[in-house]
């Protein structure tokens, strides 16, 4: 990938957070485009890097961790953007840039190979799979963030501690619905990733498939449990954070697991 491309990204995406967090500090905070500006520039200069390193290695470009870890941030964004604005969450992105901001990050400065992997995905579904997989991880990090955002309202509103974050906010409700959907889409999506999987019919590492079947597992229950009244959106709201930070530790392991030696 062309690193000037990348750190262009980076650059937009601390520029969008920087801003928000300086009108909010200055106490004039309203819902305008330049966060949306900033994501929507990060998210172009994204596409054209994988883009590049489609064509440069010849499949879709993730097939190595720093591929991985710049796909998810691509995966993010696109689901900000397509969930954000329309659901008036545009606040999302003062939570969304930071996250995003990690991942490039780390897969910039970590001491992980930026070379273009030798190893491709040629099966179709092999490529669904891990390409629907990651983008599920996309919804599910959007899920924390929302999560996050209605974890911070609900402390304020229990303290009954007012200010400029809580009052552009959207109301608490909402946070949850929104939670609540796209913990659904990034587990509809995660299973059809791994129906594709089934049908490719390729072999898979154990430690790998259980590793990744767990975190459907979980996902699932915490599902189902908010369906059936059993969690509570506070309780889901929890977990859907500290479930995504687990997801991000693992993500490695996976990686490494899924490219031959």
Known sequence: MDSNLLIGATFCFLLGFGYTLLVLRSGRFRQGSAN??????????????????????????????????????WAIVLLYLLVGPPYHLSLMGAFTAPLVL???????LAPISRAASAYRHRDPWIEAHASLSLIAYGAFALAGIAGLMYLVQNRQLKRRKGGLLLFNLPPITELGIANARLLWLGFGLLTIGFA?????????????????????????AILVLRRIHSLSPRRTAALSV??????LCTLPIIQSLSTPK
């Open 242 to 247: 500290v479930v995504f930070a687990l997801l």
């Open 36 to 73: 949306l500006i900033a994501m929507i520039g990060g998210f172009l200069l994204l596409s054209i890097s994988l883009s590049q390193r489609g064509h440069l290695e010849g499949s879709c470009p993730i097939n190595s961790l720093f591929d991985v870890l710049v796909f998810m941030s």
């Open 196 to 220: 594709a999987g089934f049908i490719s019919g390729m072999p898979v590492n154990t430690l790998k498939f259980w590793t990744s079947a767990a975190i459907w597992g979980i996902y699932g």
């Open 102 to 108: 990690l991942i490039l990050g780390v897969a910039q």
